[in-house]
């Protein structure tokens, strides 16, 4: 199906742009909506129809203020929106309303800090800003109660009910938390290569692994390639995921156990919203997002016992919509409000 995009002037200044779709039956005119979904690891912008249709998208690096500063997560949203724009045949001011879901703004500091630098950088009139959780949450379960558990580079769970009440566990960065996370999965399996060159543990082939992918030679060089760099530290680290999803895939037990541990730990962030809620009787969605679920059975496996087991009716399972389209639902709503 082939189409063109062309603008229509609006009737005032003040009025909403109007765009017009060639389609095979000829033209639908419908307002323009962003959505960002920007985390620890990497941003994606989408441009869509008021339906959802996906007519531009962008990619960029990290956006998570905490992990790479204000103006890197601000050059790297806008990297991200630019792309999609650019697809779109369309300018951010051309766009009825956006809303950027990002990671690490969740203090009211943080929050306003990034708001303020986005506005001013992609000037667009209705911008909504909420953290990456709010969004996949909108995305994953469509508007209907449920919980939303995201694993990327960070972790954090978040649950909505019919009242519209919304809980939340987690979400506490590399230090403080990030259980199951793609950083702490990293750091568990970086942990086990160095006990294991120090002959405190089994021998595992992460050792291997890690340094061909960090292109060192030896587990004894490891401390100069991260204690070098403490911005980028988490983001790094958290990279390494991958490394241990395909060890574990190959046999290794030493990465097929921290897996599993990783399952167990955002189980525990699943239910502690889940008893928040009060749905252990109900019947409902945990919808998974992010990265970390691409290992498959070896996380979601001990993921499902930790919920079948306090909420035995709770259906585990991937996102409804991902979360950039969570946050054009967001985007839509605030020309509603």
């Known amino acids: 199906m ?4 062309t603008t229509h002037p609006s009737s005032s200044p003040a009025a909403a742009p109007r765009f017009a779709q060639r389609l095979d039956d000829g033209f639908a005119e419908s307002p323009y909506f962003l959505g960002i979904d920007g985390g620890g690891t990497k941003t994606h912008a989408v441009i869509t129809t008021a339906s959802y249709k996906t007519i531009g998208e962008g990619f960029s690096g990290a956006s998570n ?3 790479v500063g204000f103006d890197l997560a601000v050059a790297h949203v806008s990297e991200a929106v630019e792309q999609a724009c650019a697809q779109a045949h369309l300018t951010p001011q051309d766009l009825a309303a956006g809303c950027a879901a990002i990671a690490g703004i969740s203090h009211p500091i943080h929050h306003h800090t990034m708001k303020k630098a986005l506005g001013r950088r992609l000037g667009i009139d209705h911008l909504e800003l909420v953290t990456d959780a ?11 109660p449920g919980v939303v558990l995201i694993a990327g580079t960070g972790s954090i769970a978040m649950g909505i009910n019919d009242a519209r009440t919304v809980e939340r566990s987690g979400g506490w960065g590399p230090t403080l938390g990030d259980e199951g996370s793609g950083y702490d999965i990293a750091r568990q399996a970086l942990k086990a290569v160095a006990a294991s060159f120090d002959g405190r543990a089994p021998r595992t082939a992460l050792t291997e692994r ?5 292109g060192i030679r030896s587990a004894k ?11 980028e530290e988490s983001t790094e680290i958290a990279r390494l995921a991958r490394v241990v999803a395909e060890a574990a895939a190959e046999g290794d037990a030493v990465a097929r156990a921290i897996l599993a541990q990783a399952g167990r730990d ?13 749905f252990e009787s109900e019947a409902f969605r945990v919808a998974y997002v992010g990265s970390v679920f691409k290992a498959g059975d070896c996380v979601l496996d001990p993921l499902r016992q930790a919920v079948r087991e306090v909420a035995p009716r709770a259906e ?3 996102p409804l919509r991902p979360p950039e389209i969570g946050a054009v639902k967001l985007a839509q709503a605030t020309l509603k409000n």
Request: glycine fraction near 12%; aromatic fraction near 4%.
């Open 65 to 67: 203020p905490v992990r």
């Open 134 to 144: 709010r969004a996949a949450l909108e995305g994953a379960l469509d508007g209907k």
């Open 266 to 278: 955002l189980g525990e962030l699943a239910v502690s919203v889940i008893r928040k809620l009060g």
């Open 210 to 214: 890690i340094c061909r992918q960090l």
């Open 221 to 231: 060089e490891l401390p100069g390639v991260f204690y070098n760099n403490e911005a």
């Open 2 to 5: 082939s189409k063109t995009l």
């Open 316 to 318: 585990v399972g991937p």
